[in-house]
């Protein structure tokens, strides 16, 4: 979904700014258990107006493929977009992509399960065991029990298209 919804200059600005755009983009992070400098590599394809497709290269989440319904707001077209989606393992992702300055900025709400589980996150949503994994995650700790990661990361790859990703369907399941 697209917001604000009945903005015309909005849709325009969407296909203009985000759709099919595919991202490839690096945090500069630390690991969790060492300390010691990494880089994670992330990739985004910007499906459609209301569908993401990522596959998590680096970091405690490497080895991550999925889809997910996704909700876009333009905050200021041609420059930034917000990108809000929900997890099967409970846990709430914010991205902001910042055009000019080639930049991404997250927040996400990791549920404990899906934290402190991040090998059961691991997989491809199409396995069907991996995505009853991943829902079993959801069912660990309450919402406060959150661990909440924000970081920032410079984009390395920017075009259109589905790259090296799998493309969907929306007969395909998403929250």
């Given at each position: 979904?697209?917001?604000?919804?009945?903005?015309?200059?909005?849709?325009?600005?969407?296909?203009?700014?985000?759709?099919?755009?595919h991202?490839?983009?690096?945090?500069?992070?630390?690991?969790?258990?060492?300390?010691?400098?990494?880089k994670?590599?992330?990739?985004?394809?910007?499906?459609?107006?209301?569908?993401?497709?990522?596959?998590?290269?680096?970091?405690?989440?490497?080895?991550?493929?999925?889809?997910?319904?996704?909700?876009?707001?333009?905050?200021?077209?041609?420059?930034?977009?917000?990108?809000?989606?929900?997890?099967?393992?409970?846990?709430?992702?914010?991205?902001?992509?910042?055009?000019?300055?080639?930049?991404?900025t997250?927040?996400?709400?990791?549920?404990?399960?899906?934290?402190?589980?991040?090998?059961?996150?691991?997989?491809?949503?199409?396995?069907?065991?991996?995505?009853?994994?991943?829902?079993?995650?959801?069912?660990?700790?309450?919402?406060?029990d959150?661990?909440?990661?924000?970081?920032?990361?410079?984009?390395?790859?920017?075009?259109?298209?589905?790259?090296?990703?799998?493309?969907?369907?929306?007969?395909?399941?998403?929250?």
């Amino acid at each position: 979904m697209i917001w604000p919804q009945e903005s015309q200059q909005t849709k325009e600005a969407f296909e203009r700014d985000i759709a099919n755009r595919h991202l490839v983009y690096f945090y500069n992070a630390k690991n969790p258990q060492t300390g010691a400098d990494e880089k994670w590599k992330y990739e985004m394809w910007f499906h459609s107006h209301d569908r993401i497709v990522y596959h998590i290269h680096g970091g405690p989440m490497a080895g991550r493929i999925n889809y997910q319904k996704a909700d876009y707001q333009c905050i200021r077209a041609g420059e930034l977009w917000q990108c809000n989606w929900l997890e099967e393992t409970g846990t709430i992702c914010s991205l902001v992509y910042d055009i000019p300055n080639k930049k991404i900025t997250t927040l996400l709400g990791f549920s404990k399960g899906h934290w402190e589980e991040a090998e059961q996150a691991h997989g491809d949503k199409r396995n069907p065991h991996d995505l009853a994994r991943w829902r079993k995650l959801a069912e660990i700790g309450k919402q406060t029990d959150r661990h909440l990661l924000h970081d920032q990361a410079d984009i390395a790859q920017d075009f259109r298209g589905s790259g090296d990703l799998e493309d969907i369907s929306y007969d395909d399941p998403v929250l």
